[in-house]
């Protein structure tokens, strides 16, 4: 396995594992009162939409090359760490 490899498989595990958790933190928020469930699907849509991005960021990761290879790298552990800050955040407010 190269490094490269490696380095996606990581990141791909990584963002599974929120997007499990994710998934969990929204059955727990379902069964919030009609007010704050408002709220919380609110942000589990930013959550979701963060999820996607990374998800993307990591497709390009996937397809970079060499040349840009250390970018996108950056970028893709700027987006996880933001995904996961967003998620914890979201977490100790459920």
Sequence with gaps: MTPHTAYIAKM???????NLKMNEL???????KAEARAK???EMTKLR????????????LKAAGEDGWD???AEMEKM???FTHSFHYFKSQV
């Design 12 to 18: 791909k595990t990584q963002l599974d594992e929120l």
């Design 26 to 32: 929204d059955a727990k928020a379902a069964e919030a």
């Design 40 to 42: 919380y699907q609110t």
């Design 49 to 60: 939409h963060q999820s996607k991005l990374a998800v993307a960021k990591l497709d390009e």
């Design 71 to 73: 970018a996108m790298v």
């Design 80 to 82: 996880r760490d933001a």
